[in-house]
């Protein structure tokens, strides 16, 4: 008998979203990264929405829950966390049901401050803690052009869209023998199935 083994990818994909709210006396956080600003986002961690989304968009599309339910805000352990520590165990969780990233595309929402200039500081943070390239982060900034939450700058969210991987490896086991009969009378055996059951079945059989 041999085996021949061949990797298939199976693809999930995943949506998240998060949001805060801004307030007076807290540092602003966002992509991982310490922002200047008048204020700050408030949460049970340090709020960073972004990573937020991230985390939510990888559980979703590995079918594992959400943010809330594997970190809930009533847990001493994640008072005032740091988010990559949280984006580190969402890996690790999906890591471990043989998941791997293949790329994200998020867009923060925010009125203020300007964001533009932190992305790509952001990416080079993001990037290795999903074991990917940073070609493989896309993130945006936007406005709201001053309506809802956002234009009032009482708030800031993010929305992400994940793309994820698994590689499953099927097995293929054939005898030897079987198989060289098989190729030497393929002709013959044709013409059989045709004898009974016509051209249609035969093809049926024959991938059967």
């Known amino acids: 008998m041999t ?53 939510d968009a990888l559980l979703g599309a590995a079918n594992m829950r959400d943010i809330g339910y594997h970190f809930p805000d009533t847990g001493a352990a994640y008072k005032d966390i740091d988010s990559k520590i949280l984006l580190q165990k969402t890996m690790q969780l999906l890591a471990d049901n043989a998941w791997s990233v293949g790329n994200v ?23 290795p803690l999903l074991s990917i390239s940073e070609e493989d982060i896309s993130i945006k900034a936007t406005t ?13 969210s993010a ?19 079987l198989a060289h009969f098989l190729v030497e009378h393929l002709p013959e055996l044709v013409d059989i199935l045709l004898f009974l059951g016509g051209y249609e079945q035969a093809v049926v059989m024959l991938l059967c």
């Open 159 to 177: 929305y992400a869209v994940v793309l994820i991987e698994k590689k499953i490896v099927v097995g293929i086991f054939l005898d030897v023998q």
């Open 105 to 127: 595309d998020a867009t923060i929402c925010a009125e203020q401050p300007k964001l533009n200039p932190h992305i790509e500081k952001m990416k080079a943070v993001i990037a």
């Open 3 to 55: 085996n021949s083994t061949q990797p298939i990818p199976s693809f999930r994909v995943g949506m998240g979203y998060d949001v805060h709210k801004l307030v007076e006396g807290r540092d602003l956080y966002l992509g991982g990264i310490k922002i200047e600003h008048t204020l700050g986002l408030l949460g049970h961690s340090d709020a960073d929405v972004l990573i937020h989304a991230i985390c």
């Open 144 to 156: 709201t052009e001053k309506l809802g939450f956002t234009g009032r700058q009482e708030g800031i």
